[in-house]
């Protein structure tokens, strides 16, 4: 509806919620996984309280020093992140999945060497974790080793 994060507003997440109660009316009580890239990782990172939000898959994520994680206990969380980004921080997502993992969530970070913040030199890499950690999560498909052992080894290990 609005363009931009928007301050204390964080417009994003009002339709994201809207979107999450849409599914509830329309599909019942159905586990729900988030995937977002940048002001989306963002945005599904701070909706993760959501009873239907089983998992996020943050790429690139906007994240900030102050951003809440408590609503992310008890969730699944995979983030990723290219190495040579210059527009949103490794080390702030890094810092964040560490603080997930801290308040209850399981958290795996993967580190993309090279990759820059649009993801446009490895898209088939992207999809994969993506769509694998998705399908993994909903067991629709086992999950990919590399996020698994993402996951087991916890945000603080090197990826």
């Given at each position: 509806r609005?363009?931009?994060w928007?301050?204390?507003?964080?417009?994003?997440?009002?339709?994201?919620?809207?979107a999450?109660?849409?599914?509830?009316?329309?599909?019942?009580?159905?586990?729900?996984?988030?995937?977002?890239h940048?002001m989306?990782?963002?945005?599904?990172?701070?909706?993760a309280?959501?009873?239907?939000?089983?998992?996020?898959?943050?790429?690139?994520?906007?994240?900030?020093?102050?951003?809440?994680?408590?609503?992310?206990?008890g969730?699944?969380v995979?983030?990723?992140?290219?190495?040579?980004?210059?527009?949103?921080?490794?080390?702030?997502?890094?810092?964040?999945?560490?603080?997930?993992?801290?308040?209850?969530?399981?958290?795996?970070?993967?580190?993309?060497?090279?990759?820059m913040h649009?993801?446009?030199y490895?898209?088939?890499?992207?999809?994969?974790?993506?769509?694998?950690?998705?399908?993994?999560?909903?067991?629709?498909?086992?999950?990919?080793?590399?996020?698994?052992g993402?996951?087991?080894?916890g945000?603080?290990?090197?990826?």
């Amino acid at each position: 509806r609005v363009r931009g994060w928007n301050g204390a507003e964080r417009s994003p997440v009002a339709d994201v919620e809207w979107a999450l109660a849409e599914v509830r009316r329309r599909h019942g009580d159905v586990p729900v996984v988030l995937v977002g890239h940048s002001m989306g990782g963002r945005t599904a990172l701070a909706v993760a309280g959501d009873l239907s939000v089983v998992g996020i898959c943050a790429l690139a994520p906007w994240t900030e020093a102050a951003d809440p994680y408590e609503q992310l206990a008890g969730k699944t969380v995979l983030i990723v992140h290219g190495t040579a980004d210059m527009v949103t921080s490794p080390r702030g997502s890094r810092k964040y999945a560490i603080k997930a993992q801290r308040a209850g969530a399981t958290c795996g970070y993967i580190s993309i060497r090279g990759e820059m913040h649009a993801m446009v030199y490895r898209p088939r890499l992207w999809h994969h974790l993506a769509a694998g950690f998705t399908l993994g999560l909903l067991g629709l498909a086992p999950m990919p080793k590399k996020i698994q052992g993402a996951l087991d080894a916890g945000a603080s290990q090197p990826s």
